[in-house]
């Protein structure tokens, strides 16, 4: 299993983003968000995409040199058009659309459609939190609709519908939520698959409605089963909120929601930015979240935890590790992404 420094993947990715026909700078948009996600622990959405995406792009199915457009505006809201984009490039020209007008008129919606996959959804209300801004998003996968169960549903008829949500701490980093509605991101299947290990009790179904922790019954060759909607018992909540990021991600985005059969897959995003000043005076802000930080900490912990962590916390400390340690990628991943660059005219023998 080979190991980069997180800059040796990038610098791989640029070259294989750059060949596929993107602009350097559309490249780096998209290569440093998957390279961040593996840096924050989350391998499914990071260079395992490199080959699917370019994949993608060799099949016509995404533009390397679409250009994002503004289709309707008024001063706080925003729809915003990626004439299929890559995900990071429509993702980042809508965020940054959205902090723009929160910055100027306190609060912003934006919603995007025709981009592709975004990858991890958190990481666009981290760029308004970088700027001191609260970023909220719900994401739905406009018509895809055969991962997740409904509440009680033996059939999947939902995606895993992600939210995030992430807040500015004063001098750390922020609160971080980015979490899908199911149980877990359907990637992380596929990282299973590919690793050969089976999944946990809990997150699946097969083709009939049974449990399996079989990842090749839920997305491999077996009969296709599906993840369950995030809650266990009360799993009616995370079917509640996925329901929630249909309808503002997918309706409000004009990408579509989980109905009929799906025209091209791709994330219906919608985008809120707080402008924290319109709402509270900044010091007034800081002192409750970091009151409020310290009292859930002051919780003690149960047997088999060490302390409360906040959320986003795990991916921050990841990082901080995988920076030094090296970012692993599996060998069925390395040798996709070698047998794409070989497509595209490149010998990844030199990246080795
Ligand atoms: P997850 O379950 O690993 O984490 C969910 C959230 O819980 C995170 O905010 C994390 O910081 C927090 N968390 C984890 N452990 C914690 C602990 N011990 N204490 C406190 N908080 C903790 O993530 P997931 O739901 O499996 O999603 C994985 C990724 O997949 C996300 O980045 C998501 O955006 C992405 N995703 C994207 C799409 C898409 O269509 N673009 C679809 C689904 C998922």
């Given at each position: ?135 909220l998003i719900f994401v739905n996968a406009g018509r895809e609709g055969r991962k997740v169960t409904p509440f ?201």
């Amino acid at each position: 299993m080979p190991i980069f420094t997180p800059n040796k993947l990038k610098q791989i990715g640029y070259q294989l983003f750059e060949a596929t026909g993107c602009s350097p700078e559309n490249a780096k948009a998209v290569v440093d968000h998957l390279v961040e996600s593996n840096l924050f622990g989350h391998d499914s959405h990071g260079a395992i995409r490199f080959y699917e995406y370019a994949q993608a792009i060799q099949d016509g199915r995404f533009d390397p040199k679409a250009v994002p457009e503004i289709v309707k505006e008024h001063p706080c809201t925003a729809v915003v058009d990626a004439h299929n984009a890559l995900g990071q490039v429509g993702a980042t020209f809508a965020t940054n659309l959205a902090i723009e007008k929160a910055r100027t008129h306190g609060v912003s919606v934006v919603t995007l459609r025709n981009t592709s996959h975004i990858g991890r959804v958190g990481a666009y209300p981290l760029m308004a939190a970088r700027e001191g801004f609260i970023g909220l998003i719900f994401v739905n996968a406009g018509r895809e609709g055969r991962k997740v169960t409904p509440f009680g549903g033996r059939d999947a008829r939902l995606s895993t519908n992600p939210i995030g949500f992430s807040a500015p701490r004063e001098n750390t980093d922020p609160i971080l939520l980015d979490m899908t509605t199911s149980v877990v991101a359907d990637g992380k299947v596929r990282v299973a698959i590919n690793q050969g290990n089976p999944i946990p009790e809990g997150w699946a179904v097969d083709s009939e409605g049974n449990p399996t922790t079989d990842p090749n019954r839920v997305r491999g060759d077996a009969p296709q089963g599906a993840l369950l909607p995030m809650g266990g018992v009360v799993a009616h909540k995370g079917f509640g909120l996925s329901l929630a990021s249909e309808i503002l991600g997918g309706v409000l985005s004009g990408q579509g929601v989980a109905a009929n059969e799906p025209v091209m897959v791709s994330n219906g995003v919608h985008l809120t930015v707080y402008n924290i000043e319109h709402f509270t005076d900044l010091a007034d802000y800081y002192k409750e979240v970091e009151a409020l930080s310290a009292h859930v900490k002051s919780s003690r912990p149960i047997d088999g935890f060490n302390e409360i962590l906040l959320p986003g916390e795990p991916e921050f400390r990841c990082a901080k590790q995988r920076t030094q340690d090296g970012i692993a990628v599996d060998d069925t991943t390395w040798e996709r992404i070698c047998e794409a660059a070989k497509t595209f005219g490149i010998d990844p023998t030199a990246w080795t």
